[in-house]
């Protein structure tokens, strides 16, 4: 059973770029999340998909947005992008969203120069 | 709100040694808690859970105790080896769906 794969593995832009990301959850799970890891705060929630719909939504500014497709494959969107968004950013599928498992992908680390 | 508190690292341990990371937390209600860990290059792995007071969560011969008095989720395990070498998270869930608070890491490195 494949993993949850996440595309690009790296990706470098410029300030006020804008960049996609993209997860494709193990075979179905319905529940993707994201996270933004950095060294100093760790990882911190962005949001939440199930069913195509935004379950949940972390404290991030409107610039950072997401979405969900049919198949479960979520994609996730970063507009004018800041040097502070520099981080590996992480997918996270699971079943349900009952909390239970997170399978995490092996993230895309963004840089932004 | 919510959040987790763990011990700054780096830990160094020589092998065989014992593992103690601390980890405390803030929470409203009856969070369930867990511990990640992430191996270089990797995403993060489901270490082991507990979901209610006084509950031990074990994998691998890591364990860790649900501790409500105390706010408490310390990953200990008696004798560590070179392969145990990654970065532990501690997390909470406090069950509104998917949505994990996370410490900071702690990098663990064993030496032969």
């Known amino acids: 059973k494949a993993g949850v794969t996440q595309t690009p593995r790296y990706l470098i832009k410029t300030r006020g770029q804008q960049v996609t990301l993209s997860c494709s959850p193990i075979s179905g799970h319905r529940s993707v999340s994201w996270y933004q890891q950095t060294p100093g705060q760790g990882l911190q929630f962005l949001f939440e998909?199930?069913?195509?719909?935004?379950?949940n939504k972390g404290n991030f500014p409107g610039r950072f947005s997401g979405r969900q497709f049919s198949n479960s494959r979520s994609e996730m969107n970063v507009s004018t992008l800041e040097l502070g968004d520099s981080a590996l950013y992480l997918c996270?599928?699971?079943?349900?969203?009952?909390?239970?498992?997170?399978?995490f992908g092996s993230g895309t680390q963004l840089s932004v120069l | 709100g919510n959040s987790v508190t763990q011990m700054e690292g780096p830990v160094t341990l020589s092998e065989e040694a014992f593992l103690t990371i601390n980890c405390t937390y803030t929470?409203?209600?009856?969070?369930?808690l867990f511990w990640y860990v992430q191996y270089p290059g990797e995403g993060l792995q489901l270490l082991l859970k507990a979901t209610k007071a006084d509950d031990k969560g074990s994998n691998k011969g890591f364990e860790a105790t649900y501790r409500k008095e105390t706010t408490s989720f310390h990953l200990e395990k008696g004798s560590v080896q070179v392969s145990d070498s990654a970065v532990y998270f501690c997390?909470?869930?406090?069950?509104?769906?998917?949505?994990?608070?996370f410490g900071t890491g702690t990098s663990l490195t064993v030496i032969p």
């Open positions: 996270a599928s699971s079943r349900d969203t009952s909390n239970e498992k997170l399978f």
């Open positions: 997390a909470l869930s406090d069950g509104t769906g998917n949505q994990f608070y």
């Open positions: 929470a409203t209600g009856y969070p369930s």
């Open positions: 998909y199930f069913s195509e719909t935004q379950r």
